[in-house]
């Protein structure tokens, strides 16, 4: 009886010791599947992280390689309108009249204003695609509010999928940015706006771009294109300015009685054409010529400057890109590794604990 009853407390002493380690055992086994599972989740996301760090470092360099190219085409540029101005200048030296019978310089009260906007052909660039089309719908705010009818000219293809998206704005065409604009790109969208001012379709031409000042600084610019005035400011059939506060304006000024063409607030040098130059046409055919070239040099240089600025965007961008990545690589390290250890930490509670139960 004695021995009966030592045999059924062993038996439930080993029962019970048996069944609590398999207990603490399924317990741990599930725990164990848990902390791998979410291990493996965190070693995926560092991956991921990885590879798109590689992949940001990647388009930073080639927008660095590319912005350079850029940057040396707005440079390069600007000798070729410095030395327009000085001809224009010495042109209008030898005309020597007070009115410049050209249709680039046609003043009328604006009923219609067509807005050339230039934004990218792609994204991953920041704001910058974002800031030209809130600048852009707050022009078109101001002039629809003074009663002026709005056609839109998009050069880039993000611009013209965003407004042609958008039933409450009359995209009349769309152009490429492209990956280095040419004269030959110029000239197309020239002829759009040269003919849209010609047949008065619109009276005012304005230009939505942004300046390129430096790789981490841009300035999105309004700067009216048509007309070129020597007034200034252009007004709408009740006398209202419909300039934007911040234009810049292609002018004629005069200068000691002459005139001459404006665009910068920094003042170009010009100088008088040599007296024994002989003109095989009139000074007047060659400035109507002169004036849709200087028009066209300007437009190209817009479109250099504006793809300069979004390459230095993208740059930007993709640096800042590549920083977070590498932070968050970094976070998820820890994380990693702090798991690990507790999961390591976890299976050696895990062995002793039965050990012991094992040995008592």
């Known amino acids: ?61 080639v927008a660095a390689a590319k912005v350079r ?49 230039l934004t990218g052909d792609r994204g991953l660039c920041g704001g910058y695609n974002n800031f030209i089309i809130k600048k852009s719908e707050q022009r078109i705010r101001e002039l629809n509010a003074l009663g002026v009818k709005v056609n839109l000219v998009c050069v880039g293809r993000k611009g013209a999928q965003y407004f042609s998206k958008r039933k409450q704005y009359n995209v009349t065409k769309s152009f490429s940015l492209g990956a280095a604009p040419s004269t030959k790109d110029a000239q197309g969208i020239a002829d759009e706006i040269f003919a849209s001012f010609i047949a008065q379709e619109s009276d005012k031409v304005e230009l939505v771009f942004t300046k390129f000042i430096s790789l981490i600084t841009s300035d999105p610019t309004i700067q009216t294109l048509l007309p070129m005035t020597p007034m200034g400011e252009l007004c709408d059939v009740d006398g209202k300015c419909v300039d934007a506060a911040d234009d810049e304006i292609f002018k004629l000024t005069t200068k000691g009685g002459e005139f001459v063409v404006e665009r910068e607030k920094s003042t170009i040098v010009t100088e008088a054409l040599d007296p024994t130059l002989i003109f095989e046409q009139e000074p007047a055919q060659i400035l109507d010529a002169l004036l849709p070239l200087y028009m066209n040099s300007c437009l190209l240089r817009s479109l250099q400057e504006a793809l300069a600025s979004e390459l230095a965007a993208r740059m930007n961008a993709m640096n800042n890109a590549s920083d977070n990545a590498k932070e968050l690589r970094k976070a998820l390290t820890i994380q990693y590794n702090k798991q690990r250890q507790a999961k390591i930490t976890q299976e050696l509670s895990e062995i002793v604990g039965g050990a012991a139960a094992t040995s008592g």
């Open 69 to 117: 190219r850029a940057q040396e085409a707005v440079v390069n540029g600007r000798p070729f309108s410095e030395n327009l101005v000085k001809v224009l200048y010495g042109v209008n030296q030898r005309i020597r009249q007070e009115d410049v019978d050209s249709p680039l310089c046609a003043v009328r009260p604006v009923k219609s204003v067509l807005l050339v906007i």
């Open 1 to 61: 009886m004695a021995a009966t009853m030592l045999a059924s407390k062993q038996g439930a002493f080993m029962g019970r010791s048996s069944f609590a380690p398999a207990q603490q055992q399924g317990v741990a086994r599930r725990g164990s599947l848990q902390v791998t599972a979410g291990l493996k989740e965190v070693r995926d996301r560092i991956a991921s992280v990885k590879n798109t760090n590689k992949i940001t470092d990647a388009m930073k360099l």
